[in-house]
């Protein structure tokens, strides 16, 4: 069983950067495809971004399309996510994911079985 722990949140003007870190243990973590999603309040969990288990494909919603960036460090088991130019509506709490079946995609929401704590983003006007 995997366990997931994202940090590297906070509270950040419009315009600005962060960079989201998740750190997995329990599985082999180059054997999985990681992604990224957010929940804004009374919204439903969306995709973000996705990275193949060996990297080489990285899928984005459009809405981030550009300005963010994920990619991962197997050697470290850590999956990072690098928002640029952020937006108030770039606000809310992002999850760390693995998908449940190894050497994967990235790229379909439905795949993805386990699941971070959370850390949340706040972007202000």
């Known amino acids: 069983q995997v366990q997931l722990v994202e940090s590297g949140g906070g509270l950040v003007q419009a315009g600005d950067s962060l960079r989201l870190s998740c750190a997995a243990s329990?599985?082999?973590?180059?054997?999985?495809?990681m992604g990224w999603f957010r929940q804004a309040p009374g919204k439903e969990r969306e995709f973000v971004a996705g990275i193949s288990w060996d990297a080489r494909r990285a899928t984005y919603t459009d809405d981030v399309q550009g300005r963010f960036t994920i990619s991962r460090d197997n050697a470290k088991s850590t999956v990072y996510l690098l928002m640029n130019n952020l937006k108030p509506e770039d606000t809310a709490v992002y999850y760390c994911?693995?998908?449940?079946?190894?050497?994967?995609?990235?790229?379909?929401?439905?795949?993805?079985?386990?699941w971070g704590q959370g850390t949340q983003v706040t972007v202000s006007s």
């Open positions: 994911a693995q998908e449940t079946i190894g050497y994967g995609l990235g790229n379909r929401a439905a795949n993805f079985g386990s």
């Open positions: 329990g599985r082999t973590f180059s054997r999985f495809a």
